[in-house]
């Protein structure tokens, strides 16, 4: 078997923790639905273990270790901590983590009714994210710059998903991010992959954020296009007043980002709908959920 098609099980889960880590070896393990580059184990009621899967490098989740224990004691939502670091071995040559969990359900399998809680809890959360990143913090090869550096993805997005009714609108919204001004200031940190499967959701409004591993120095507006992503209708202006920080320039590329992120969250619902890999049935709705509101709000 090549490295991608070892079967992660909890059996091998157990014996991990038996190898490396064998005062955990004795809690409950039950595997956590989703997930690709990664697949996640529950361990008892406050732990989970990070598998690596179909990442080629271990990159993702050495980021993880190194850098959430130091954002996460200033961030105002639960995210996900390492606590144990597994190293890749005869057994299973791969890296994996040993996290704290962010209790509550994903929001692609859930749903916000408090819309302007979330809203103002999501502004504090990346608020207090969105600071200067030192020298040394992760850079993205495809995130972080302006749009224009994307075109190409958004054109094959485009032109596989976009509705017929809906295609002008969208490009145009796409040209106005291009057309927008460069971020001018510092690096700040983004959490870079914010939509509704990395974002945790209890009594109807945020209560979570995971999913860090594309974390990265770079351009706020790839987080706040989360204000169409994630939040729903009519609350963009309550995220962005609470937010207190973006400039119109800002906020014209953060929503050109959010609709590539909407073409991109309908591409991978259909590829889920033809049962190829990696497809997420639930992420079309939730594409065009989020494209609407581009369009709308």
Same mark, same amino acid.
């Given at each position: 078997? +090549?490295?991608?098609?070892?079967?992660? +099980?909890?059996?091998? *889960?157990?014996?991990?923790?038996?190898? &490396?880590?064998?005062?955990?070896?004795?809690?409950?393990?039950?595997?956590?639905?989703?997930?690709?580059?990664?697949?996640?184990?529950?361990?008892?009621?406050?732990?989970?273990?990070?598998? &690596?899967?179909?990442?080629?490098?271990?990159?993702? &989740?050495?980021?993880?270790?190194?850098?959430?224990?130091?954002?996460?004691?200033?961030?105002?939502?639960?995210?996900?901590?390492?606590?144990?670091?597994?190293?890749?071995?005869?057994?299973?040559?791969?890296?994996?983590?040993?996290?704290?969990?962010?209790?509550?359900?994903?929001?692609?399998?859930?749903?916000?009714?408090?819309?302007?809680?979330?809203?103002? +809890?999501?502004?504090?959360?990346?608020?207090?994210?969105? *600071?200067?990143?030192?020298?040394?913090?992760?850079?993205?090869?495809?995130?972080?710059?302006?749009?224009?550096?994307?075109?190409? $993805? =958004?054109?094959?997005? =485009?032109?596989?998903?976009?509705?017929?009714?809906?295609?002008?609108?969208?490009?145009?919204?796409?040209?106005?991010?291009?057309?927008?001004?460069?971020?001018?200031?510092?690096?700040?940190? #983004?959490?870079?992959?914010?939509?509704?499967?990395?974002?945790?959701?209890?009594? $109807?409004?945020?209560?979570? #954020?995971?999913?860090?591993?594309?974390?990265?120095?770079?351009?706020?507006?790839?987080?706040?296009?989360?204000?169409?992503? #994630?939040?729903?209708?009519?609350?963009?202006?309550?995220?962005?007043?609470?937010?207190?920080?973006?400039?119109?320039? +800002?906020?014209?590329?953060?929503?050109?980002?959010?609709?590539?992120?909407?073409?991109?969250?309908?591409?991978?619902?259909?590829?889920?709908?033809?049962?190829?890999?990696?497809?997420?049935?639930?992420?079309?709705?939730?594409?065009?959920?989020?494209?609407?509101? #581009?369009?709308?709000?």
């Amino acid at each position: 078997m +090549t490295d991608a098609e070892i079967e992660i +099980t909890a059996d091998l *889960v157990r014996d991990l923790l038996r190898e &490396q880590h064998p005062d955990l070896a004795g809690l409950p393990v039950r595997e956590v639905a989703g997930g690709w580059g990664n697949q996640m184990w529950r361990l008892g009621d406050g732990l989970a273990v990070r598998m &690596q899967r179909m990442d080629p490098t271990p990159r993702l &989740q050495l980021n993880e270790r190194r850098w959430l224990p130091v954002l996460a004691p200033r961030l105002p939502l639960p995210v996900p901590t390492p606590v144990r670091s597994g190293e890749p071995s005869a057994r299973f040559p791969k890296h994996w983590t040993v996290m704290t969990w962010v209790p509550g359900e994903p929001l692609d399998h859930s749903s916000i009714s408090r819309g302007d809680h979330a809203a103002g +809890t999501l502004a504090g959360f990346l608020k207090a994210l969105h *600071v200067e990143a030192p020298a040394d913090a992760p850079v993205s090869g495809d995130r972080g710059g302006h749009p224009r550096t994307c075109t190409d $993805g =958004f054109d094959r997005f =485009f032109h596989a998903v976009v509705p017929g009714g809906l295609a002008d609108d969208v490009r145009a919204v796409w040209d106005d991010a291009v057309a927008a001004p460069e971020w001018e200031g510092p690096p700040l940190w #983004v959490h870079g992959d914010l939509h509704p499967a990395n974002v945790v959701v209890s009594d $109807g409004t945020l209560s979570g #954020v995971i999913d860090f591993g594309d974390m990265f120095a770079g351009d706020p507006a790839w987080d706040l296009a989360a204000a169409w992503v #994630v939040l729903p209708a009519s609350t963009v202006s309550r995220f962005f007043d609470a937010y207190g920080q973006a400039d119109a320039g +800002t906020i014209r590329r953060a929503r050109g980002l959010a609709a590539l992120k909407g073409l991109f969250l309908m591409l991978m619902g259909r590829n889920g709908d033809r049962g190829l890999p990696g497809g997420k049935p639930a992420w079309g709705p939730a594409g065009r959920a989020a494209l609407d509101r #581009v369009l709308r709000d």
